[in-house]
């Protein structure tokens, strides 16, 4: 079946560092790739997608680009604040097997210190 | 317009005790999806309603657990008794369509529940 890995935290970055969250994954047929964000004390919210391969998601500073060659989505920022302290979820969703579901990593908890 | 709203947003309950999750869906939106996060791994899938009808319950874990989606507005998922393995965040989402790989999905903020 489906399935996404990612790595495990907490990460802890110093404000302005770099940031790399990796997630790879395994679909039955052509899915489409998540990154979801939870704040403290509010609900998941998307963060960025891409639906074919080489397309590249991005939003709030935040990209990643769908790797078909290496079944990887990683997540990254140039310069992240303590704002982004949350915790990040890689997902896929795979139309083709019609399940209409999507399927989730583990999470990983990003600190970022001032 | 209002967001995915879920209540209660903390349950502590004993073990062997009934507890009732709510999810109130975007207005309009008839797909309403059911996920858990148990014990900080990954948030997995529970079920899937259009409208009131379940289009997708694989995913709950056993008959102690009862989703309802009376006339197709809100929902209520109802552990029946609870064990200690149940305690996590259940979230709620919703969407317009079913393609949520173009749309993506509007989650609740989850409830977190206890058994002890």
């Known amino acids: 079946g489906d399935s996404v890995t990612q790595m495990e935290g907490p990460v802890t970055l110093s404000e302005e560092a770099f940031l790399t969250i990796n997630c790879t994954y395994t679909a039955t047929g052509y899915p489409s790739l998540f990154w979801y964000v939870q704040y403290p004390g509010e609900g998941l919210q998307l963060l960025l997608k891409a639906t074919k391969a080489d397309d590249k998601g991005s939003n709030k500073g935040f990209e990643a680009t769908y790797r078909k060659e290496t079944t990887s989505f990683h997540l990254e920022k140039g310069s992240v604040q303590v704002s982004d302290s949350a915790v990040y979820f890689c997902?896929?969703?795979?139309?083709?097997?019609?399940?209409?579901?999507?399927?989730f990593g583990s999470g990983t908890r990003l600190q970022v210190q001032p | 317009e209002a967001g995915v709203t879920q209540f209660p947003s903390h349950s502590v309950i004993e073990k062997g005790q009934t507890v009732t999750l709510r999810c109130d869906p975007i207005?309009?939106?008839?797909?309403l999806y059911w996920y858990r996060r148990v014990m900080g791994k990954e948030i997995k899938f529970l079920l899937h309603?259009?409208?009131?009808?379940?289009?997708?319950e694989s995913g709950m874990p056993n008959n102690r657990f009862l989703a309802e989606r009376t006339g197709g507005t809100y929902s209520t998922l109802k552990v029946q008794p609870a064990e200690l393995e149940d305690s996590g965040v259940y979230f709620c989402a919703s969407s317009q369509v079913v393609r949520q790989d173009r749309y993506g999905y509007t989650f609740g903020s989850g409830t977190r529940l206890t058994v002890v």
């Open positions: 309603f259009v409208k009131e009808s379940k289009q997708d």
């Open positions: 997902a896929l969703s795979d139309q083709d097997t019609g399940r209409r579901a999507l399927t």
């Open positions: 207005s309009g939106h008839d797909n």
